[in-house]
């Protein structure tokens, strides 16, 4: 995980208090501030607990009906993995459900940032489920049924370990367990089958001893499942269950494989790969492969969920969502009249940068632009979604849209003068329903209301009537997909189309009499297949309209919004819905998403190949010319469908939610291991880590002895112990703590003491941090220190050195801004920038020995010249003013490289450093124990000072005849390095160049070669 | 070349190590083989409860007159006197225990399968406490996990790839050896059944039964789905549970499939060894059922619901049922009505098959316990 970016912030702050107790002994004040994005808790839920036979159940009360459709499911699901693991779990598992993905991000249970895309999570240390609902309660039970297979497996996994003393991390490898959980979580779904389809076509299958390459990768996922599928069938379901009741044999899986199988491993594994062609293989004879049928508009890195906006001077740009590598960003790309592209793309909206555009949801929420030239798009901005408008022609925004009571909202559709924004939207309590706002009335109306999932909304021309993805069909109840129509005036809806399939994403097309949409269907052994592109002819025939259920407006049932359908047809309503005519025009090999129709005969869609996605433009009048099939909408002559609902457990049942309390329970237990920038010593010891089950409350316990038995003292006297709470369950984090100090020590940053012989320092104290986030990107730190102890040893007082007792009552506080929105590759930031303000003020309450304002700024900036070369540049100023102000410390491997680590010191310094990070061998020899070889070209320049600016002196401390380190000079360095990723985990640099020790002088060059590890700065 | 005195010092360090690591039994006398007595009636009292060490397999302890001997998973046999729990000897054999054992008639030799180590077989004097034999298994696929019986002087044994083996009780000489259904593996404990066969199941759901002496097969069957639970014999029925929630009884003197009855229509609970006697099979399923059968027509006579799942044998005795389950409960039913007539928690979950020795309940549960419970004086059945 790189540096800071990737650290997570819990563990930062962790060990900012650590540290921050360390350095309490010499407190430099602004000077350890540490970079990284922030985990904001914006919503404060007020945490409840539900109590089911085998579930506890954590909910905020917003979200109790979720909560309660959640717990029914998982005791579902528990009765059927029991019996299908044949054990019984002998505590309540404990499920915390969020009602969003954006509220599911803030958890404290896991200390990562959660990308989109992630269903949910099992921690296995406290067994904790984690899962959000978003809208699509479908999708948020099949995850509960995911995650509770893992809970199972590792209750059996464990348990097998256990009974056979075999060590914990003889485990399974995730692409089983993560396949084994999709294969008894439900039947392969759309995506399943696209991914392997597409890993067919492409011949890009992964054989099964080359799987932990693509660890964690969607396609591991689906190909363990396909594994679990084909053990099943070829072997035995029973099979799959000795896989985790046999592992105990054998470090090596395969070789547990082998002895369950009963075949080695390779057989297997041929076995397995033959089954998934001959599979596979058949559906996708005669299928087109996008690339060879469909030109490109945008093929390099992910682009997905195309619009197109035609100019008023006729000329057009198709907008979509694209990745090259780096931040996530809103192209347009120029096409001619025939939609072929024309130069490069231009950014419209950068983002994942600032604020206002934190993230995209390149995934889920589509792009729509008016025809005034108005862009809609949605962002994360904070603790929830907002749309943003952006006219195009003038290239600025005109509006941020955020509603309060909605978390979550995807794609937003627009009438032609942008006057009028449709979307689907997220309410607090987890449910998806479609809404209107009006930016002339500035009335914001909820279209649907009720639990089904409404997606994919697209406002006709006229702005009346709302096509729309939804699965509130009867067909809904078993996880598909339909078309709806919804009049705006009315709220009246009407299916359609109707079958067990997947349909989304509709468009009207420029003169509202067809829909364009992406469906995937069963084949005649129910199995899905492509997703193709399909066109509803809406014009074909005449309804009746068949209503859906639960539709709301007017109100009443399923028969008033059947009326409601009946006369908007009747009243001669461009929709026609009913009895039309679908045409498929793609019979692609995998799939085609999001198609927008770009004028009458051209469609724009993205698709995916080779486990990439793209835009890329069909020519819709052949296509319609000679479709793949043509079939009915299948909406069949009936009046009302029977709204469907997910089971619940209701209060009715004894099942009533209490206030949550928090109880602490170990959470982390680790030897201890410490050493501090300032002192020459380590010392090992235990930290013990306690938290409650949210993680939002932490307790760090930290002990251990400096002392030896060889220092003279006892190893009472040398005892550390800090003890530190932090509260991360509001925005403000708050902690606070004590601590005992006492050891030998080499303080560097002493200009009184002396390097070389340690002095013996213990101090005793409290000390408290705020850590209050102003966004994802920026944060204000607050740190105070208070420590009463005393230092013995050597020190130099105008020039004479002598023993001497110096006690201290130190108070020290210091504030931060801290900004970081820097990208980070496998060897470090590779975009954006990072910095930090600081200042503090330490002073001594009782003795006076000690009053000085320590000032930091530090900035760090880097820019992407291509996609894998990055230039970094870093300036440092630092500045401790004041009676004993301690000394700034350069040197070593990420700063003044050729130097000593932390040896370069002065009260005062600048340091710049630039470095130019290029690619040597992406798949280096040694592939994977090294898994990438770069190489850097660096320039780095400090001066340091105490005195004077230009004031040289040599530092008593480091220098030496061969190496004389003077106070007062510029020094710096260049030269070449190699930075080699080990196993994907740590980094390690090599720099060889010349270093120059008082200003740049060739003819006093000094070469030096230094290894050493870490990610770049 | 002379070797050096550190590595010497090491290889003797390492030896006696390993020495000191190695357990032994060595008894007075013979153990006295017994076949299974009535269990206590409810309600029940702990008697003893001894920890060994040691996770079990799914067979039950080896009952002898005044002893059990219980194998582990951290590859012991040990043996515990009945009366007080203690333990009286550990015979170590460096592979995890898994499936049943085996006490010659004499009750002088012990045959212990392991699951995994070179040792497939080891065949120990109880009395002089040496080993007798032990017989090698060459790779993974001859591994004993499924247990062994003794018959007609033969050491029985299903092996993991598939095979039967029969070895000379006496030498370990290798007898006979039993081809298997093609693509086969043996999980299920052999049976022995009237007429001195030793009924095999395997995973494919063929059902073969074999002369021990010679390693014929007499007669197969199959039952439609993968057997990984012990066949069980009573009176002149064979009964088969499967993995796919089926029960089936066979005429154990010619094979011939008397009944099957679908027990979870799902097909994903499992059935447990049945606990049979002359009138009814009693077995427990994955999903928490208990459910007895009619012997003779396979008809459903009652049912009763467990809060955790079933997975150990339950053992019929007299006018009660005994079934441990997953949620750490041993439970008494009513044998006509299967009404709950007792029930007490053990220290974990129990995976193995109950049995009786010495007039006691004898409960292997999770993690390492062995439990004996005796008849309550003086305390009346709940009704």
Known sequence: MPDSAGAPRLVRCALALVLACAAALAPTAAGAQAFGRNKIQYAGFDWHVLQTEHFEVYYYPEAEALARIGAAEAETQYAVLSSRFATSLGERVPIVFYATNLHFK???????????????????????????????????????????????????????????????????????????????????????????????????????????????????????????????????????????????????????????LGEDVDTVSDRWEAFVRAEYAPRIAGADVPSLTAEPVAGRGFSAKPVVWTRPDGSREVLFYGNRGSYSSVYAQPVDPAMRPVGEPRAVIRGERSADYEAFHLFESRLDVSASGVLAFVTKRGGADVVHLYDLAADRRIAILGFDRLVAIYSPTLSDDAQTVVFSAINSGGIADLYLYSRTAGTLRQLTHDDYDDRDPDLSADGR???????????????????????????????????????????????????????????????????????????????????AAGATRPAGGPAEAADAAREMVAAGAPVQPGRGTLRQLTRFTSAAFDPVWADSSHLVVATFEDYRFTVRVLDADSLLAAPESVVGTGVPDVSAAEPWHHPTITSAAGVRGAPYRRRYSLDVAAGGFTTTSTASYTAGGATLAFSDLLGNDRIFVTAYSANTSASGRSLLDGLNVSVTRIHLGRRAHVGYGAFRLAGPRYDRTDPQGTSRIPSFEQQVGVLGVVSYPLSFFRRIDLETTFGVGSREGLR?????????????????????????????????????????????????????????????????????????????????????????????????????????????????????????????????????????????????????????????????????????????????????????????????????????????????????????????? | MRTPDSVRCALAAYVLVALAGCGTIKLDA??????????????????????????????????????????????????????????????????????????????????VPAARGRHAVVAHGLVDGQ??????????????????????????MP???????????????ERWRAAGTAGAQNHAAPALIPGGLVAIADDRGTVRALDPATGAVRWTAEVGAPVYAAPAAAGSRLFVSTTRGTLAALDAATGGLLWTARLDASGVARVTTAGADAVRAIVGLTDGRVVALDAATGAVVWTWTATGAVVAAPLVSGATVYVGTMDRLIVGLDVATGAETFRTEVRGRVKSALTVAGGRLIVLSEPRHVTAFDAAPGLAARP
């Open chain 1, 796 to 1017: 130099r007082e105008f020039g004479q050195t002598e023993f001497d007792t110096l006690r201290t009552a130190l108070l020290s506080n210091t504030v931060a801004f801290v900004h970081d929105n820097a990208l980070y590759g496998g060897f470090g930031p590779v975009e954006g920038w990072r910095g930090t303000a600081a200042v503090g003020y330490t002073t001594d309450v009782a003795f006076s020995n000690e009053s000085y304002v320590a000032l930091t700024a530090d900035v760090r900036r880097y820019w992407r010249i291509t996609p894998s070369v990055t230039l970094a540049s870093w300036g440092l100023v630092r500045m401790n003013v004041g009676r004993r102000a301690r000394l700034n410390l350069l040197g070593g491997s990420w700063s003044l490289r050729g130097f000593p680590l932390l040896r370069v010191r002065g009260s005062k310094l600048w340091f710049t450093s630039n470095e130019l990070r290029f690619p040597l061998l992406p798949r280096p020899p040694l592939f994977p124990l090294i898994a990438g070889l770069r190489g850097a070209l660096f320039v780095d320049a400090a001066h340091n000072w105490t005195d004077g600016y230009s004031d040289a002196t040599l530092d008593p401390d480091f220098s030496d005849e061969a190496f004389p380190l003077r106070i007062g000079t510029t020094k710096g360095s260049f030269g070449v390095g190699l930075r080699a990723s080990i196993l994907g985990a740590f980094v390690l640099r090599y720099d060889v160049g010349y270093r120059f020790l008082d200003g740049f002088q060739w003819g006093e060059r000094q070469g030096f070669r230094q290894l050493f590890f870490g990610y770049d700065f």
């Open chain 1, 106 to 260: 803030e958890t404290n249970i896991t200390p990562g940032f959660i990308p989109d895309g992630v269903g949910g999570f099992f921690e296995f240390l406290k067994g904790r489920v984690v899962i959000p609902a978003d809208g699509n309660l479908g999708r948020f039970r099949r995850v509960i049924r995911h995650e509770l297979t893992h809970v199972f497996t590792f209750n059996r996994l464990a348990r097998v370990l256990r009974d056979h003393r075999t060590p914990g991390e003889q485990g399974l490898p995730l692409w089983f367990t993560e396949g084994l959980a999709e294969y008894w979580s439900g039947p392969p779904d759309h995506q399943h089958e696209m991914i392997l389809r597409d890993a067919i076509a492409s011949n890009s299958f992964v054989p099964l001893h080359d799987l932990d390459r693509i660890a964690g990768t969607f396609t591991m996922y689906k190909e363990g499942e396909a594994f679990c599928r084909f053990v099943s069938t070829t072997y035995g379901e029973e099979r799959l269950l000795e896989l985790i009741d046999e592992v105990w044999r054998d470090t090596q899986f395969n070789d547990v494989l082998a002895y369950v």
């Open chain 1, 465 to 547: 009537t709302v096509a729309f993805s939804s699965d509130r069909s009867s067909w809904g109840a078993s996880g598909h997909y339909n078309l709806f129509a919804l009049d705006v005036a009315s709220g009246g809806i009407a299916a359609l189309t109707d079958g067990p399939q997947m349909d989304l994403s509709p468009r009207w097309s420029p003169d509202g009499r067809r829909l364009a949409f992406a469906s995937a269907r069963r084949d005649s052994a129910g199995v899905f297949g492509a997703q193709d592109v399909w066109i509803a002819d809406l014009m074909d025939a005449r309804p009746p309209a068949r209503a």
């Open chain 2, 159 to 173: 092996l993991h790839g598939g095979l039967t083996l029969g070895l000379d009780a006496a030498t370990g000489a």
């Open chain 2, 131 to 156: 080993r007798h034999w032990r017989w090698r298994a060459d790779g993974p696929a001859e591994s004993a996990e499924a247990g062994l019986v003794l018959a007609a002087g033969v050491v029985v």
């Open chain 2, 30 to 111: 013979p153990l006295v083989p017994l076949a299974p007595a009535a269990a206590p009636a409810p309600p029940l009292v702990r008697a003893w409860e001894t920890d060994v060490d040691g996770a079990f397999g799914p067979s039950p302890a080896l009952v002898a007159a005044g002893h059990v001997v219980v194998g582990t998973r951290n590859g012991e046999a040990v043996v515990l006197d009945v009366a007080t729990g203690r333990r009286i000897g550990g015979l170590d054999i460096g592979g995890s225990v898994e499936g049943m054992l085996a006490l010659s008639p004499d009750g002088a030799t012990l045959f």
